[in-house]
């Protein structure tokens, strides 16, 4: 057994294929096959399924497979810690981001940071925050940016930059001219609305409850996965919705989207930096943290 076995295993096991697994390895599938063998031979057990479409991790496979994750972490905070020992950063990052975050924010920040650090390999995760929260908790990620406060108290979090709800209509609904709209009002539109353990959700319905409302009281037209399902679901008027402005600048810009306020309610919120409260980060991350932070306080 070697790190590199441990690599094409956990490849096979995530990908569930071992063609696609060969590809993303740049090896041949039956070379690919024959280090899984090797590795079904050395611990005495099978450890992926060959079903007719797919491959699947046995009992045991997935067992090696949370141990192999471990391992390969390790492994990479070794390199990086020792390239940093040498004076450079260098090594993998696994960052997360839920859906506002991860679309709109660190998209344009990791385009800089990669620059500056040719020699970090970084990935982004898009999930919304309850999967980006069990991500961490994992140890899959290592940072993550999300739009809601985690109860957990393994999960660190801090204040990142503000951003600003607002109720989401078309261009020509009958509501499109006013500057904001009262919360009885609001009561009688149809909603679109993001599905549990989205950050935005949770925001929303903490601003409700401060008033005495709940989803509930609102006529609810559809329940969406993503936010550019919601966006595209507004313009094509399935109903409205509360979304970040960030979301939906481009459609406020071209004037097909309009956003109102909504009278009586605190629709601001952060996005928080989040992490693992007791694993040290990587210098990799480290230095992301500090450079993340830097480029948000320079965002007019």
């Keep these: 057994m070697d790190l590199w076995q441990l690599k094409i295993f956990c490849q096979v096991v995530e990908l569930n294929s071992f063609s696609r697994a060969a590809e993303t390895v740049h090896l041949s599938q039956p070379t690919v096959s024959s280090h899984i063998k090797d590795l079904e031979d050395h611990f005495g057990c099978r450890l992926i399924d060959r079903l007719p479409k797919q491959a699947v991790a046995t009992p045991a496979g997935e067992l090696l497979y949370d141990y192999a994750r471990k391992i390969l972490a390790m492994g990479d905070e070794a390199e990086a810690a020792l390239a940093e020992f040498n004076g450079t950063i260098k090594g993998r990052l696994s960052v997360g981001g839920s859906t506002i975050p991860g679309g709109y924010l660190l998209p344009r920040v990791i385009g800089e940071f990669t620059r500056r650090y040719p020699d970090v390999f970084l990935s982004l995760v898009v999930k919304d925050t309850?999967?980006?929260?069990?991500?961490?908790?994992?140890?899959?990620?290592?940072?993550?940016?999300?739009?809601?406060?985690?109860?957990?108290?393994?999960?660190?979090?801090?204040?990142?930059?503000?951003?600003?709800?607002?109720?989401?209509?078309?261009?020509?609904?009958?509501?499109?001219a006013n500057k904001s709209v009262s919360l009885k009002l609001l009561s009688t539109g149809s909603f679109i609305i993001r599905e549990r353990g989205s950050g935005t959700l949770t925001s929303i319905q903490m601003s409700l409850a401060r008033k005495g409302y709940q989803m509930d009281d609102f006529n609810i037209a559809a329940e969406m996965g993503s936010t550019e399902a919601v966006r595209q679901g507004i313009k094509n008027h399935v109903g409205i919705s509360i979304l970040s402005t960030l979301a939906v600048a481009e459609d406020l810009k071209a004037g097909t989207l309009k956003a109102l306020k909504i009278e009586g309610l605190n629709l601001k919120r952060y996005f928080y930096l989040t992490h693992h409260r007791n694993r040290t980060l990587s210098p990799p991350g480290r230095a992301f943290k500090d450079f993340l932070k830097q480029a948000l306080a320079s965002l007019p």
């Design 130 to 176: 309850q999967q980006i929260i069990g991500e961490i908790l994992s140890g899959h990620l290592e940072l993550a940016v999300v739009g809601a406060r985690s109860a957990d108290p393994i999960i660190r979090q801090e204040q990142l930059i503000k951003d600003e709800l607002r109720l989401i209509v078309p261009a020509d609904h009958r509501w499109a």
